[in-house]
C-alpha cells in the first residue's frame, strides 16, 4: 500500500520524515523533498532501454543518458558521502550488436560524480 507523503514540520521549523514508507511517485520528484546527504543506500531497477515499452514508456538507447542524468542527479544530491547506489541494468543488442548505452551511462554517472565500482 503506498502512503502519502509523510513528513512534518516540527516546533524548530525543521522538516522531519516519517521513515519506513513507501512513496509512489516520479523519483525525480520523491526524492526533491528528501535533504541532501540523507540516504544511505538506493537500490534501483529503472525501465532498460526500449524494454516493455507498453508498461513502461520505454526509453530507446540514444536518449537513455540524458533520461537517466537527472535522476541520479538527485541520487547523488540525497546520498550521505559514505553512501551507496545501486544500479540494475542490462544491456541491449541494436541491430545484431552491442548498443553502448550502459558503457555510456557509465562514464557520464563517472563524470557526474559518482563512484563507479
Ligand atoms: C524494470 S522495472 C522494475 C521492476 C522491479 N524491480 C521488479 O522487480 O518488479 C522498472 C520500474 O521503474 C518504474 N519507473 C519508470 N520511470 C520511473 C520514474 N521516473 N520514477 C520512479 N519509477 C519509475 C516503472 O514504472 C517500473 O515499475
Known sequence: MCTPLC???SEDGV????????YCGDCENILKI???????LIVTSPPYADQRVKTYGG??????VDWFLPKSAE??????????FIL???EKAVNGERH???LELI??????GNHVW
Open 7 to 9: 513528513y512534518h514540520l
Open 15 to 22: 522538516v522531519r520524515f516519517m521513515w519506513n514508507q513507501i
Open 34 to 40: 528528501f535533504p541532501e546527504n540523507s540516504i544511505d
Open 59 to 64: 526509453v530507446s538507447p540514444d536518449d537513455y
Open 75 to 84: 541520487f547523488l544530491r540525497v546520498l550521505k558521502p559514505t553512501g551507496t
Open 88 to 90: 540494475n541494468i542490462k
Open 100 to 102: 553502448t548505452y550502459v
Open 107 to 112: 562514464l557520464a554517472l563517472r563524470k557526474q
